[in-house]
């Protein structure tokens, strides 16, 4: 992919790129000038460009800053270092979910490769995205909240602010039960975007929100959004919309009435387990307004939930849960044979399972000890 000049420069890493090349160059409050963007955009590929802006949240700058140079594959590839190895630490913290003793060595590592070399992360890497940082914060919050660390989980979830639709929707129900998680993400988050205001100044944190209003008032024209995961993305993929502002208006209710749901599902529980967790991050990915394939690395979560579950009420042996990581990066990566028109479907599929199974748990009946581990 680096070696060809189209495929690097139309990775998603170009805004990332751009944000180190202009805080370098022309300071933090500049990141978001389109006509700064547009200049490194047409130095990349050498002719010129129809510039859009690039939305990455300003926090992500001094890392930017800190990592690329005027070589732009050589900037990947240290971007692509730093993502494996948040990636590694990723997977450390989910595998800290699980009981050990219950694993044999051999399962541990299928275990933690299958995650680590899960499908949608690599996608994420490939297009020098930051969803990295995503699953670091979703890590966090549930390793936080089954650990009872509640500030821990709620500055993990401030975390996840790379992408605000799904954070909120994360945090919202908090405010009903587990406050401290709540509040923990409130001061995570406070504390970002004060540094974001510091970077940014007046005329920057300007330009940052224009540029929102621009990404939300188009990109529902975009031939992007027809590859969402979301249910804005079904129906973009099979409808054609003369008038978008309609559907768009009911996306954004389809999400507030998902928080709504979870925060009375959350008000009326007595005990957060791995059901309600994983089932709230299949929704958020689902019900989020905007989201692409890679944000299915949010996956991870389910999964995780999934296996501890299953691992802790001894409901199926550890050689098949084990596999689970790998088993669905499999079926995600059919979905790109032939034409990929099984994609998305084998995407619902695998969340519909998924979300099946974690209920399904309360109504499968153990297994014997000496069989489970």
Known sequence: MLGNLYERTGSDFVGFYSFGRIAQEKGYPSIYKIEEQQKIEEELVGHPVTPIFYTHLPFIAPLARLLVTEDYIESFKRWAVVLLLLNAINIVILANLLDFSRLSKENTAILCLGAYLFDPTFSGFMNGQDTAILLTGASLWTYGLFSKKYMLA?????????????????????????????????LGGLA????????????????????????????????????????????????????????????????????????????????????????????????????????????????F????????????????????????????????????????????????LLAYLLVRAEKIPPLQNELAT
């Open 154 to 186: 709620g500055f993990g979830l401030s975390l996840t602010t790379v992408r605000p639709q799904i954070a909120l929707f994360l945090a919202i129900p908090f405010l009903f039960h587990h406050r401290k998680i709540f509040w923990g993400f409130t």
């Open 192 to 303: 970002l975007a004060l540094f974001s205001v510091w970077l940014l100044k007046a005329d920057g944190v300007f330009r940052f929100v224009e540029s929102i209003r621009y990404i939300e008032g188009t990109v529902w024209r975009e031939s992007h959004a027809l590859d969402m995961p979301t249910v804005s993305g079904i129906i973009r993929r099979n409808f054609t919309l003369s008038n978008y502002e309609p559907v768009q208006r009911s996306v954004w209710v389809l999400y507030i009435l998902g928080i709504a749901g979870f925060s009375f599902l959350w008000a009326k529980t007595t005990e957060i387990d791995e059901r309600h967790i994983g089932g709230m991050s299949l929704a958020a990915i689902f019900f989020a307004p905007y989201a692409h394939y890679h944000d299915l690395i949010l996956l991870l979560i389910p999964i």
């Open 305 to 352: 939930c999934l296996i501890r579950l299953y691992q802790n009420r001894g409901l199926v042996h550890q050689n098949y849960l084990s596999l689970i990581p790998l088993a669905v990066s499999w079926l995600l990566t059919l979905g790109f044979a032939g034409s990929g028109r099984l994609k998305f479907l084998i995407v619902y599929a695998v969340m519909a």
